[in-house]
């Protein structure tokens, strides 16, 4: 079989026809003759034709039938003619494409450049349709920065009229932004309205953004960001004239210039409400506005006004209501007067609630987190938070709540539309760390168990610290009431070789949880421990000696808990506040009151930075006895930061100790610890890669045990105890962490800029495969 490779856009076809004759005017056509067709049938070539049996025979029919049979692009050469007075149709058949091949692509996939394409296996190869899939897949790596790309087609001709395509690509190197510059800005200088912009100039440490290569739709957001920036300045005649992309000749670089005229400054004028609804009366919402009278004009002011205008509206049951900002602006006066119109709408009801694409999860699931049903009044606040509850299942990859209109004006329905998304696990992971050292761990949990919201786990972990196995069940709504009811099992053995002893511990506890309101949460529980513990034989401290021996616990703790956060995995808004207290003597040999508190607050600050303060603190205390060594507090790493596990607080010192050993932590009865911490995004790449840092300061201590300053041991060695003081300990530093495939991965360089002799810290620390 000979096989013969064409170079598609080169192709030239040559063939030879039979003159026919000139038909004179007046000449009725008796027969039709077909020749050249292979595969389609001479009865679907006659359909396209112009002219038929009996027909009388011009130019202009003859013309407009060849025109018709190659707009088919069934055909790559067609003449349509007479021989006496039969019409005679020639035509050459297009190829049928046996086959589509992609090669030199490295960045795209076969199957995205596949799905882009037109053409298909089996369909007639058309030069024309070629060439539009070749600007397509041009399309794809320009929307990709890469603007260097070539595609080559060819074609490959195979037996019975068939031929393979080949699209050869040459994916080239991506176009960078090479320069931002801006012209006839005054007040504000290039590197503020840089600032501004979503697109950035390529640097060779931002090897991790994708914002430095060249999108026009990114363009033209960025012209949007930067009439939004000097409008919320008080520049509302600001506009760009004219903004262009230059690509150097070697196609590596775009250079993107724009020219802008800023404008007067303008300020607010008169402020005003008008309202249609006797209900929303203007007094009421005039003091509601962000638009304050002789204010500098922001424009984003005006939005902020009416979407808190739109709120209350909300509140009241009014769903639907339509606010229209009227701006007057006074060029002489550089004033802008602001009328803000609330037209006529009904009080809403809601109707029904649609549940839409939930699969796997039983519609009760859902609705059980809804704060309204069919038959309530509308309430915007309730909306926004039952989308906030049913998003916080970690069911669904995305949740839309979205509110159309109802049989009736005065109604309205709910449509929660859910996209699904893994709840089960099965994890095997290997890890290291800077205070687990190596570690294995393996969990199997469900999330959702069978589509019913309840969850269970499976989990164990292996590491030179520990071992642990747990097993878990939570009914977050028993017997369909609010009320959750959990249970554990658990047996674990930690070796706390920084305090000098070991622990052998397994028990069980119950759980019960209810609300009190809408953002607080109360729970219950129940625990029966057992535990061995047994210090080292390397050291006879005073400190240490008495805390050996087997111990039973029997407690009941009572929780209570405000939240308010928007994202329960990854926060950007909002509080938490726990509150918790434990209560130990009911049987068993431990008798003591414990009680911590902590306290997390989010806000978010510009384009994905978010803050985050946090503190927490706890003391314990014996009831009739003292605190052992395994019921204190630890604190250091990675709690504190820039400090080694229980690396801060009481520790013991012998004559004798060297430089290597600053002898064994011990603990605390009471601690305090608080953090501030700035989360910085680091560009499109890193965070579709999951990576984020962070910027932090720790501050914390751990202090307060029941014993004297300084001990004898047995064989008459002087002890003493350093680090017991409530003297704050603070660290700063910066953090990266990446939620890779295999398992959470974190690094933290942080210097301890405050401590004491006796405290140890660390300046690196990393941790993989496990969660803090």
């Not at 038909?23 to 034709?49: C, D, F, H, K, W």
């Not at 900002?325 to 609330?342: G, K, S």
């Not at 009080?347 to 699969?359: L, P």
């Not at 014996?622 to 250091?636: A, W």
């Amino acid at each position: 079989m000979a096989i013969i490779v064409v170079y598609l856009f080169g192709l030239t076809i040559a063939h030879a026809q039979t003159p026919l004759t000139n038909v004179p005017a007046g000449v009725t056509i008796t027969a039709i003759e077909v020749t050249g067709n292979q595969r389609i049938e001479t009865s679907t070539i006659e359909s396209y034709l112009m002219l038929g049996i009996g027909d009388e025979y011009t130019e202009i029919l003859g013309d407009a039938s060849l025109k018709r049979l190659y707009s088919t692009t069934l055909f790559s050469d067609v003449d349509v003619g007479r021989r006496g007075t039969t019409l005679v149709v020639s035509v050459t058949e297009n190829p049928v494409i046996n086959r589509i091949v992609f090669e030199g692509n490295k960045y795209k996939d076969d199957e995205d450049l596949y799905e882009e394409i037109q053409l298909r296996p089996r369909i007639v190869f058309s030069r024309a349709k070629v060439r539009a899939d070749v600007q397509r897949i041009l399309e794809i790596y320009r929307r990709g920065g890469r603007f260097a790309a070539a595609v080559e087609p060819k074609v490959i001709q195979l037996e019975q009229n068939r031929v393979n395509l080949v699209f050869e690509i040459s994916e080239g190197a991506k176009s960078v932004i090479g320069k931002i510059n801006f012209l006839g800005n005054e007040v504000f200088n290039n590197d503020i309205l840089r600032s501004k912009m979503v697109s950035v100039e390529s640097r060779w440490w931002k090897f991790l953004a994708t914002e430095d290569t060249y999108d026009p739709d990114r363009l033209t957001y960025d012209k949007q960001l930067l009439r939004d920036f000097y409008r919320e300045q008080g520049y509302a005649d600001f506009r760009i004239t004219s903004a262009s992309a230059e690509l150097s000749p070697d196609k590596k670089f775009f250079f993107i210039n724009m020219s802008v005229e800023e404008g007067d400054l303008y300020n607010f004028g008169d402020i005003s409400v008008e309202s249609q609804i006797e209900e929303l009366t203007p007094e009421i919402m005039e003091q509601v506005v962000f638009t304050k009278e002789g204010a500098r004009y922001d424009a984003s002011a005006i939005d902020d006004s009416v979407e808190i205008l739109t709120e209350v509206a909300g509140l009241r049951g009014y769903a639907f209501v339509d606010i229209r900002p009227q701006v007057r602006r006074n060029r002489a006066e550089r004033t802008v007067d602001i009328i803000f119109v609330i037209n006529e709408a009904p009080r809403v009801y809601v109707e029904e609630i649609k549940i839409i694409d939930n699969v796997r999860t039983h519609d009760k699931v859902i609705r059980r987190e809804m704060r309204l049903v069919e038959g309530d009044a509308y309430n915007s606040s309730k909306l926004r938070r039952s989308e906030i509850r049913v998003q916080a299942l970690q069911f669904f990859r995305e949740v839309n709540v979205e509110q159309i209109e109802g049989t009736a004006a005065d109604k309205t329905i709910l449509e929660i539309t859910v996209e699904e998304q893994p709840t089960g696990e099965l994890s095997a992971g290997l890890g290291y760390s800077s205070f687990e050292g190596l570690l294995v761990n393996f969990s199997i949990a469900e999330r959702n168990l069978l589509g019913k919201g309840q969850y269970v786990r499976l989990g164990t972990t292996l590491s030179k610290r520990r071992k642990e196995v747990e097993l878990g069940f939570t009914e977050p709504y028993f017997m369909d009431r609010r009320l959750a009811l959990g249970a554990d099992i658990f047996l674990r053995d930690t070796n706390f070789i920084e305090s000098g002893f070991r622990n052998k511990m397994y028990g069980t506890s119950l759980r019960i949880g209810f609300p009190l309101t809408e953002y607080v949460v109360m729970g219950l529980n129940y625990g029966l421990t057992w535990e061995d513990v047994r210090t080292s034989l390397f050291t006879n401290s005073p400190y240490i000696a008495n805390s050996s021996g087997k111990f039973t616990t029997s407690s009941v703790a009572y929780s209570l808990t405000y939240n308010t956060l928007d994202n329960p995995q990854k926060p950007n808004r909002g509080q938490l506040a726990v509150l918790r207290q434990q209560f130990a003597g009911l049987g068993g040999n431990e008798n003591f009151i414990q009680t911590t508190a902590n306290y997390d607050f989010y806000y978010p600050l510009i384009s994905q930075w978010v803050f985050n303060i946090s503190a927490e603190g706890g003391h314990i205390f014996g009831l009739g006895q003292d605190i052992r060594l395994n019921k204190r507090f630890f604190l250091g790493n990675p709690r504190i930061r820039g400090f080694k596990e229980a690396g801060v607080g009481p520790r013991e010192y012998r004559d004798g100790f060297t430089e290597f050993f600053n002898g064994f932590s011990l603990g605390g009865n009471t601690y305090y610890k608080a953090t501030a911490e700035l989360f910085i995004p680091l560009g499109g790449g890193a965070r579709d890669l999951g990576i984020e840092s962070s910027l932090y300061v720790d501050v914390g201590a751990l202090f307060n045990i029941d014993a004297e300053e300084s001990l004898l041991s047995e064989d008459g060695v002087l002890y003493t105890l350093l680090g017991n003081t409530s003297e704050p300990r603070v660290s700063v530093g910066v953090g990266f962490s990446w939620n890779s495939p295999f398992g959470p991965f974190r690094i933290d360089l942080a210097k301890a800029i405050k401590s004491k002799p006796s405290d140890e810290t660390e300046f690196f620390q990393f941790n993989v495969g496990t969660r803090f």
